[in-house]
C-alpha cells in the first residue's frame, strides 16, 4: 500500500516510523517531512508544503497513494479531507467543519456551552476596550486565548490582571497573532492536573489510544511561556480508570453525539486536552482534531497494534469492531529546543550524538533538523525528540535522560523533569 502522510514534524517522523513496520505498506511519501524520516526504511519525501491541498490532492491522484493521514492542524481546518473525500480518495481527518473545533476556539467553547461539555466558562471579545473593562471586573489568574490557530502560542495563562491587560492589548490592539487574534477568548482559570486523551473516531463510535501528558511550558516546573509542547510520556496515571469512564461518558461520547447531530460527524484523530481537579472532575482545555505533538512520539513507542488497521477501521466505520494493544511499561518523549525557543530560533548548529543515544536504547525523532554540507544541523523550534520506552516510567526517564545528554549542539534546551508528576507519585506510593 502506498499510504501519503502530511507533515514535517516529530510527530510525523513517529507516524512514518510506525507505519513503515506495517507489512501492508510498502512506501510512505511524507510531504513535506524532515531529515529523519528520509532515513527511516520505506519513506520518501515529496517536496510539498503541508498546507499546499491542491498540490497534495493531485499527487495523491497521479502517485496512486491508496491512504492519506494528515498530522498538523491547519490542511484539516482548511478543508484537505473534504477535497480528498470528493475525489475518491481515503484519507483519515475530519471535515473541515468537524475541524472547527479545533480551528476556533470561540466554536469550540460554545460547542461545549450548549452541549453541557464541561468546560472553564468564558467571554469573547474582538475590541480592546471592552476586553480591557470587563479585565477590570475580573481577579487572576486568567486564561486569554486567541481565537484562531497559533500553533499552540495563542494562550497566555495570566498570573495577575496587568499580564491579562497586556496579552489582551497584544492580540487585539497589536495584532500579534495576525487574524487569528483579532478575537479572543477570556476564561476562567482551572486548576488541577493536565492530560490528554486521545481516540479514534469513525463518526459514530471511538477507540480510545492509551492516556499521555504533555508539558507545555518551556521551563522545568512549568515555568515559562506556552510552547507547542516541551516533552511528554504514556500513560498518564492522573487518567485512572474511573477519571477515563467519567471522560467517556460526560466528554468524548456527547463531543461525537452533538457533533453528528449538528451535522459534523467527527472522523479522525479526537483529542481532548483535559483538566483533572482534585474532585477527579475533568473539564476540557481544548479540543484538537489530530495526534498530539509530542504525545504521539512516546504513544508510537507503546503501540502494538497495525496503525493501517486503524486508520482503516476508523474510515470504514467500523471503530467498534476494533482492538488497540499498548505494550506494557511506560514510554516518554523528551524535547530538545534551539536555545531561544518558542520566542525565536536559531539555526545551523552542528548536531551530534544522535547515534550514541539510539545506541543506548532510545529512538530520536525529527522536527527541526536540516541537512548541511552532510552535516546534520538544527533548523529552529523543537528539533529533536529523544524517545525512550521500558518497564517503569523512572527506567524510562532514566534512559531518555541519558539519549539527551549523549545529543548536542551548541545552545540546547530541554526539561529535565518531563514525567516528574508520574515519578512523584511512584516514589509517594
Ligand atoms: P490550549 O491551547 O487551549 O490547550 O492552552 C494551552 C495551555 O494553556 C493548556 O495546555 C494549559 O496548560 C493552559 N490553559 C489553557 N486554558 C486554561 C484554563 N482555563 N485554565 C488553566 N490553564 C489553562
Ligand atoms: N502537544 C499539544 C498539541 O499537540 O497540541
Redesign the pocket.
Known amino acids: 500500500m502506498h499510504v501519503l502522510l502530511v507533515g514535517s514534524g516529530g510527530r510525523e517522523h513517529a507516524i512514518a516510523w510506525k507505519l513503515a513496520q506495517s507489512e501492508k505498506v510498502s512506501t510512505v511519501s511524507v510531504a513535506p517531512g524532515n531529515v529523519g524520516i528520509s532515513l527511516e526504511p520505506k519513506a520518501q519525501l515529496v517536496d510539498i508544503a503541508a498546507n499546499d491541498i491542491d498540490a497534495l490532492l493531485h499527487y495523491a491522484l497521479e502517485q496512486k497513494v491508496e491512504l492519506t493521514v494528515v498530522g498538523p492542524e491547519v490542511p484539516l481546518v482548511d478543508g484537505i479531507v473534504d477535497r480528498f473525500t470528493e475525489a475518491n480518495l481515503r484519507i483519515l481527518g475530519p471535515s473541515a467543519k468537524a475541524a472547527q473545533l479545533e480551528g476556533s476556539k470561540s466554536f469550540a467553547k460554545a460547542f461545549m456551552k450548549r452541549n453541557q461539555i464541561p468546560t ?1 466558562s468564558y467571554e469573547i471579545f474582538s475590541d480592546a476596550t471592552q476586553a480591557l473593562d470587563y479585565l477590570k471586573t475580573q481577579t487572576a489568574p486568567i ?1 486569554i ?1 486567541a481565537d484562531g490557530l497559533a500553533a ?1 502560542k495563542g ?1 497566555v ?1 495570566a498570573q495577575t490582571i496587568e499580564e491579562a491587560n497586556e496579552a489582551v492589548s497584544a492580540m487585539l490592539a497589536d495584532n500579534a497573532f495576525g487574524d487569528a487574534g483579532s478575537r479572543v477568548v477570556i ?4 486548576s488541577g492536573e ?1 492530560a490528554s486523551y486521545i481516540a479514534l473516531v469513525d463518526g459514530e463510535h471511538c477507540l480510545a489510544f492509551a492516556s499521555s501528558q504533555d508539558h ?1 511550558a518551556r521551563d522545568e516546573g512549568d515555568q515559562g511561556p ?1 510552547t507547542g509542547g516541551m516533552g511528554a510520556y504514556s500513560p498518564a496515571p492522573v487518567l485512572t480508570q474511573a477519571v477515563e469512564q467519567h471522560v467517556i461518558k460526560d466528554i468524548v461520547e456527547p463531543t461525537i453525539k452533538a457533533m453528528a447531530n449538528e451535522g459534523a460527524p467527527f472522523k479522525g484523530f479526537l483529542y481532548v ?1 483535559l ?1 483533572i481537579n482534585e474532585h477527579n472532575q475533568a473539564s476540557v ?2 479540543f484538537n482534531v489530530r495526534l498530539g505533538d509530542p504525545e504521539t512520539q512516546p504513544l508510537m513507542m507503546r503501540l502494538e497494534t497495525d496503525l493501517i488497521d486503524l486508520f482503516n477501521a476508523t474510515i470504514d466505520g467500523t471503530l467498534n469492531n476494533t482492538q488497540c494493544n499498548w505494550l506494557e511499561g511506560s514510554a516518554i518523549g523528551v524535547v530538545l529546543a534551539a536555545g531561544e525557543y518558542p520566542a525565536s530560533s536559531s539555526k545551523g548548529e552542528a548536531i551530534s550524538g544522535i547515534d550514541d543515544a539510539e545506541r543506548i536504547g532510545c529512538k530520536v525523532f525529527h522536527a527541526g533538523t536540516a541537512m548541511h554540507d552532510d552535516q546534520l544541523v538544527t533548523n529552529g523550534g523543537r528539533v529533536l525528540c529523544v524517545c525512550a520506552r521500558d518497564t517503569t516510567i523512572v527506567a524510562a526517564k532514566q534512559k531518555a535522560d541519558k539519549g539527551c545528554e549523549l545529543v548536542r549542539w551548541k545552545n540546547r534546551h530541554y526539561r529535565r523533569d518531563i514525567a516528574y508528576r508520574a515519578v512523584a507519585r511512584i516514589n509517594e506510593a
Not at 187 to 190: C, G, K, R, V
Open positions: 472553564a486564561v486565548k499552540g494562550v495563562v476564561e476562567s482559570f482551572l493536565e507545555k506556552n486536552g483538566m482545555v481544548e
